[in-house]
């Protein structure tokens, strides 16, 4: 198994430019997310799915947007990169829809620079 | 009050030592209780629940006070590689997240 997979690695974008952050996993899980993390802001929940076809609000979702159309994927929309945005984010997954009982499983990461 | 508090650190200890580190919640509604270990650069990995009756793994014993709203985490004989940052976890009252504190980071030095 994979894992969870995250595309890009790094990335650089302009002010205003949209762009998708990649996530996949090979577990069959139900539960996955997003999170960025600041310096001395810790990891904060952007959105959340509980299965396919099924996502919802983080701590901090403006300026992001999530689908979940199979299992084993979730992407992160940037609509209109701004450098508040620039950060690392992190997508997990979870076996079951309890996202918060169960182990988390991170992906390595993509580290966003917005210009 | 922040959800999860924790000391931020860094902690400098020699090999060998003993470190704990302490964390607080803010919300009596949360069940599930949680370290992760994150390693610099690096995602974050789980690295033991917490468990009402406290528990340990090891050199690693985990410790819970739902009274307090406390968690702790000790960590006996230090060895290098214990160097990282150290996540206290709780989930959401909804159940349906995860929320972490900022970390303590630990150095361990021979």
């Known amino acids: 198994n994979a894992g969870v997979t995250q595309t890009p690695k790094f990335q650089v974008l302009k002010t205003g430019q949209s762009m998708t952050l990649q996530c996949a996993q090979d577990?069959?899980?139900?539960?996955m997310s997003w999170y960025r993390q600041d310096p001395g802001m810790g990891l904060r929940l952007i959105h959340y799915?509980?299965?396919?076809?099924?996502?919802d609000q983080g701590e901090v979702p403006n300026g992001y947007n999530v689908s979940r159309s199979t299992t084993e994927d979730f992407p992160l929309r940037l609509l209109s990169a701004a450098p508040s945005q620039t950060s690392v984010y992190f997508c997990?997954?979870?076996?079951?829809?309890?996202?918060?009982?169960?182990?988390?499983?991170f992906g390595p990461g993509t580290r966003l620079t917005v210009l | 009050r922040k959800e999860v508090e924790q000391d931020p650190g860094p902690f400098n200890v020699p090999e060998g030592a003993t470190v704990a580190f302490n964390c607080t919640y803010s919300n009596s509604a949360s069940q599930s209780f949680f370290w992760y270990r994150q390693d610099c650069r690096k995602e974050p990995k789980l690295l033991m629940s917490?468990?009402?009756s406290g528990n340990e793994d090891g050199r690693f014993t985990a410790q819970l006070n739902r009274a307090s709203q406390y968690i702790s985490l000790l960590i006996r004989d230090s060895k290098l590689s214990d160097s990282a940052t150290y996540l206290c976890v709780v989930n959401s009252p909804a159940g349906t997240a995860l929320i972490f504190g900022k970390g303590t980071t630990l150095s361990v030095s021979s």
């Open positions: 577990m069959n899980h139900e539960y």
């Open positions: 799915s509980v299965g396919a076809g099924i996502t």
């Open positions: 917490v468990y009402s």
């Open positions: 997990a997954s979870s076996l079951t829809s309890g996202g918060g009982t169960d182990t988390q499983y």
